[in-house]
């Protein structure tokens, strides 16, 4: 997934993601220990877009970045 895309989720759902993306590679793990994955690349992949979302969540700690008002993307949407 591109950076772009996790910029666009809200704090809740970046967390909602990094557990999920924590459990994903945790099977990915298991697969690669029991011979199972067909493309060890995933585990790469998997890796980084972990990386990603905690560098958003704490950019955002920070200060650096700010999280997106939903509600007002929604409205210049209707308003166009």
């Not at 029991?34 to 700690?61: M, P, S």
């Amino acid at each position: 997934m591109k950076a772009s895309n996790f910029f666009e989720m809200t704090n809740e759902e970046l967390n909602l993601k990094l557990n999920s993306l924590k459990e994903e590679l945790f099977n990915l793990r298991f697969k690669h220990k029991a011979g199972q994955l067909e493309n060890a690349n995933q585990l790469a992949i998997c890796k980084k877009d972990i990386a990603r979302v905690k560098t958003i969540i704490r950019q955002r700690e920070l200060g650096i970045s700010s999280e997106p008002n939903k509600a007002g993307k929604k409205s210049e949407k209707k308003a166009k």
